[in-house]
Antibody
Framework: QVQLVQSGAEVKKPGASVKVSCKAS????????ITWVRQAPGQGLEWMGW????????KYAQRLQGRVTMTTDTSTTTAYMELRSLRSDDTAVYYC???????????????WGQGTLVTVSS | IVLTQSPATLSLSPGERATLSCRAS??????LVWYQQKPGQAPRLLIY???NRATGIPARFSGSGSGTDFTLTISSLEPEDFAVYYC?????????FGGGTKVEIK
């Protein structure tokens, strides 16, 4: 069965970086992409970006451009999301989700990880 | 593309029909997706491309619409359907989500 298992909760200070992992199993990793979505406490869903697993092509939310990097490791079927220069308003649950492998198919998030809480606090 | 969901909260009883609306600021064709989220859980894909039920989704969930106006209908609410529902468009980058509709027990 398809599973996405994310790394554990993190507490970071403002200005630091965080790297969240998303281990995929139960499907052919390189046939799909991974989208990252975050949710601040009590708030709605915010799209962060998308990466194709087979060639690492990315699209990022403009408001995060320059602070976020998404990568994949096909040897371990793991996706990563790194967010730098953390601020208090980056405190959120971060989700990875399986997505399409090209721009025409992207946007149907059919399997999700369990979420990773990142807390930014001094 | 801005997605506006209404109402923000829907108070209904089990067995009642729920009608949730999602309006886009410009046409998204049929590229509209619906998710369900329960407290402490990740979202769950319900409907893709406006009207197609995802794998394992009960037939009481249906989606309709095209262009700028979309509807998610739950024909008869079950206790497990009380949750928050989000729409999301995949017509244009960046992908965007609506603000959500909470379906609560009356």
């Amino acid at each position: 069965q398809v599973q996405l298992v994310q790394s554990g909760a993190e507490v970071k200070k403002p200005g630091a970086s965080v790297k969240v992992s998303c281990k995929a199993s139960g499907y052919t990793f390189t046939n799909y992409g991974i989208t990252w979505v975050r949710q601040a406490p009590g708030q709605g869903l915010e799209w962060m970006g998308w990466i194709t697993a087979h060639n690492g092509y990315t699209k990022y939310a403009q408001r995060l451009q320059g602070r976020v990097t998404m990568t994949t490791d096909t040897s371990t079927t793991t996706a990563y999301m790194e967010l730098r220069s953390l601020r208090s308003d980056d405190t959120a649950v971060y989700y990875c989700a399986r997505d399409g492998s090209d721009t025409a198919a992207a946007g149907n998030l059919d399997y999700w990880g369990q979420g990773t809480l990142v807390t930014v606090s001094s | 593309i801005v997605l506006t969901q209404s109402p923000a909260t829907l108070s209904l009883s089990p067995g009642e029909r729920a009608t949730l609306s999602c309006r886009a600021s410009q046409s998204v064709g049929s590229f509209l997706v619906w998710y369900q989220q329960k407290p402490g859980q990740a979202p769950r894909l319900l409907i893709y491309d406006a009207s197609n039920r995802a794998t394992g989704i009960p037939a009481r969930f249906s989606g309709s619409g095209s262009g700028t106006d979309f509807t998610l209908t739950i024909s008869s609410l079950e206790p497990e359907d009380f949750a928050v529902y989000y729409c999301q468009q995949r017509s244009n980058w960046p992908l965007t989500f609506g603000g959500g509709t909470k379906v609560e027990i009356k």
